[in-house]
């Protein structure tokens, strides 16, 4: 068992508080499942089986969310990277998996003193003209502190909390052993693919630790978007920056959260949903870069309808090859042409996936079909994206890791700007964004680049031939050259074939038993009439066994046996 591959007495501790956890939600057959039970309470870590009863009465999500939560930092974050799968989760666990908070009570000033001053080279308080002692906010692996520059410039300080990285580390190595268990002894489970999920949560939540690769997501998003005033990037102040803190310009706006405020300071909020949904659209389409977590806590409303974005932690990235595909997918639902979005979805299943494609086609055409003749306002692209998830599980389809956090923003764009304005038109937004990504596709720049890129592979493979013909010809006179040809239909056949010569075998001898015990029968003289008639009793029993393996073996044949 992997369990026991355990060598630390912190890894069965975790174990064990996990197992408690998951028993007091009423998962206590997942624990036995997975085998944890026997190996933690042979260590002497006893394990209470009852209590569970009051929890039995929530719907499974909502047991789920509070297991996550009670297991600290890093399920939660891995709850939340789940909520971005909307592939694999129907929409009541995505939306109960999306209620996660990683808010925390912050750590007092003194604790996070000393990696400041190793990280600052001295006291914080003399790099900078103040500072605040009380946090501004706390999250599971980070809090906030203000602080204003020497000129008066208002920053945030972020930092790492201390020792979390260690915990992290621990969770994710425990998580990846869990996935690998999970995988090979629960089948019902494996569909969910445990191991890639925690392979992609483990990047994201590494990247994550890193504040000073939040910075540099930061200024990579805020050059795609120099041209466009309307939205503000924070600053960064490199000379205070490092992997465990940051500092950044500080954004003095309205919360995302609240609109009331918005209106009072007179701001238009059609105008700033139009604006989130452009700068938005302009990331994912045109960049290929993008926020991947834009909730309200993260976005303020500016004077003079700008939109400022914080937390840049989170980020996704769409090749130019998956921009297509979305456009082309996206557009083909606005535009209600079905063999385009079932074109793009076969794309995206897994080379050893087994595809009903007609099938496939027909859930797509009665799904295309209900938006027939719906005025383009009234489209829902979230709705419409959710429902597409939806056939993908259908049909045992997962979404490539790197479209499960565009998809999650697109759903939380449409639902923020709804928020802000109810009649939010998220597909005429997009219609633009749409046909300028596949007009791009195939501009004469694009065809050139892609003509050239083919041509340098020719080129390649023709250098390359005169070597590998070399190496095949050396092959073949040292007697090292073998050729191998795998045909199944044929290797079928065959199989019958030898069946077959098999039965005609077994009637031949049971025929020649036949003829040899007519004649024995008759034989007289010369031998004893006993042994005439042992021989002749064994013969017809062998006869006998021989017809009936031969009737038994072209009844099976016939069944497909």
Known sequence: MMWETLDTIRDFGRIHEIASVLIRYGFGDLVQR?????????????LRWEGAEEYLTMSTPVRVRRALEDLGPTFVKLGQVLATRVDLFPPDWIAELSELQSSVPALPFEEI?????EGLGEEPERMFLRLEHKALAAASLAQTHRAWLNDGTAVVLKVRRPGIEAVVEADLRLLTRLAEIVESQL????????????QQFTISLRRELDFAAECRNAERIADNLRDHGEI???????????ERFNTQEFIDGIP?????AADAAGLDRKQLARVGAGITLKMVLEDGFFHADPHPGNIFYLPGNRIGLIDFGMVGRVSEQRRFQVAQLLHGLVEQDSESVSEVLISWGSSDAEIDEARLQIDVDSFVDQYRGVPLK???MGMMLSDVTHILRDHGLMLPPDLALMIKTFLTLEGLGRQLDPDFDMASEARPYLERALLHRYSPRMLMRRGRQTLLGAVDLLADLPRDLRRLLSMARNGRL????????LQAFGDQINRAANRLTMGVITAALIVGLSILANISGGVSGTWISVLVLLGLVSAVAC?????????RSGRGG
Do not use: N
């Not at 003193?113 to 001053?117: G, H």
């Not at 995302?256 to 009331?260: A, L, V």
């Open 34 to 46: 997975i085998g944890v039970a026997g190996p933690l309470e042979r260590a002497g870590k006893l």
């Open 113 to 117: 003193r000393p990696q400041l001053k």
């Open 187 to 198: 089948p019902d489970l494996r569909r969910y693919h445990p191991r890639e999920v925690v």
């Open 232 to 242: 503000v990037i924070p600053r960064v102040y490199w000379q205070w920056t490092c």
């Open 256 to 260: 995302g959260r609240d609109m009331e």
């Open 378 to 380: 009234e489209l829902r």
């Open 482 to 489: 073998r050729l191998q040809i795998e045909t199944p239909s």
């Open 547 to 555: 017809g009936v393996w031969i009737l038994f073996s072209i009844w």
